[in-house]
């Protein structure tokens, strides 16, 4: 079993960063992928980014490219989540999970862990 908690969330400006961490706890695998989603108020969770423990491998929905940066740090078991030039369409819950097999796409069904969210509001 394992166990994400998400950090680092917080209100800021338009235009400002934030890096959001997910730490892993329990047991852990060199085969697992990670990914960010997001659920805006109203809408459905939407797939932000992922990147693989091994080799660092990552993909970005389309919205965040050039903008956010997913990294990892195997020693810390933890996964971060940088975000630069935040836009007010950025605000919601973000979340961070866990799939097998190196999975690190946006079918919502491959993770079977997930955090418990931090609020991200960017107001103009």
């Known amino acids: 079993q394992g166990q994400l908690v998400e950090t680092g969330g917080g209100s800021v400006q338009a235009g400002d960063s934030l890096r959001l961490s997910c730490a892993v706890s329990?047991?852990?695998?060199?085969?697992?992928?990670m990914g960010w989603f997001r659920r805006a108020p109203g809408k459905e969770r939407q797939f932000v980014g992922g990147?693989?423990?091994?080799?660092?491998?990552?993909i970005y929905e389309d919205a965040v490219k050039g903008r956010f940066t997913i990294s990892r740090d195997n020693a810390k078991n933890t996964v971060y989540l940088q975000m630069d030039g935040l836009k007010t369409g950025d605000t919601a819950v973000y979340y961070c999970a866990r799939a097998r097999q190196g999975f690190i796409g946006a079918t919502i069904d491959k993770y079977d862990y997930w955090g418990q969210g931090t609020q991200v509001t960017v107001s103009s």
């Open positions: 990147i693989t423990w091994t080799g660092g491998a990552t």
């Open positions: 329990g047991r852990t695998s060199s085969d697992y992928g």
